[in-house]
């Protein structure tokens, strides 16, 4: 069945350091891919995402590419800020559900 | 442009005894989902309703079951509760014609089973 894989946390990380969460993917056909952001206390947020290969989804600083070859949706940033600590979850479009990743907790230090 | 919305925030509920959830979905969506988010997982699908009908099933047991109502609203029901059901339930609202599962969710509704 169609499932997403993401790097374990917890994740720490300086100020203005550089950011990458890996994911890959299984699945059938092509599927929408997404990143959801979750905050402390707070429900998802919709990060960004890519409907089809090749396509790069960015928000607030974040970029994820769609890559069919490698079955790869890897989220990175350029320069982290302590807001940014948070649960970041992968997910997959499966039919009319969202099929999500464990999640990887990112701490970002000052 | 209010978000999703859920009720209650939190709720405790003892083994066997049943519980309801309440969700409204953001303005101008139609389509309801419910997911549970065990401590420190990822939300998994447990369903969805479109005009009034369960249309998309997760690897729930018959103890979970929904409702849609007319103004889109949703009620998530779990019967014969077990201490694993105690975990975080989200809803999450979308426009049926949007092809990508675009998906908001609400804050969510704390459930403990004691």
């Known amino acids: 069945g169609n499932s997403v894989t993401q790097m374990e946390g917890p994740v720490t990380l300086s100020e203005e350091a550089f950011l990458t969460i890996n994911c890959t993917y299984t699945?059938?056909?092509?599927?929408?891919l997404f990143w959801y952001v979750q905050y402390p206390g707070e429900g998802l947020q919709l990060l960004l995402k890519a409907t089809k290969a090749d396509d790069k989804g960015s928000n607030k600083g974040f970029e994820a590419t769609y890559r069919k070859e490698t079955t790869s949706f890897h989220l990175e940033k350029g320069s982290v800020q302590v807001s940014d600590s948070a649960v970041y979850f992968c997910a997959l479009g499966s039919g009319y559900a969202l099929n999500f990743g464990k999640g990887t907790s990112l701490l970002v230090t000052p | 442009d209010a978000g999703v919305t859920q009720s209650p925030t939190h709720l405790i509920k003892t083994r066997g005894q049943q519980v309801t959830l309440r969700c409204s979905p953001k303005?101008?969506?139609?389509?309801v989902s419910w997911y549970q988010q065990a401590l420190g997982q990822g939300p998994q699908f447990i369903f969805q309703y479109y005009e009034e009908e369960e249309r998309q099933r997760g690897n729930f047991p018959d103890r979970f079951s929904g409702h849609q109502f007319p103004n889109y609203s949703s009620e998530l029901n779990v019967n014969a509760l077990l201490l694993g059901d105690s975990a975080l339930y989200l809803c999450a609202s979308s426009y049926r014609d949007r092809p990508y599962n675009e998906q908001f969710f609400g804050p969510g509704t704390r459930l403990t089973v004691l």
């Open positions: 303005s101008g969506h139609d389509t």
């Open positions: 699945a059938t056909g092509y599927p929408s």
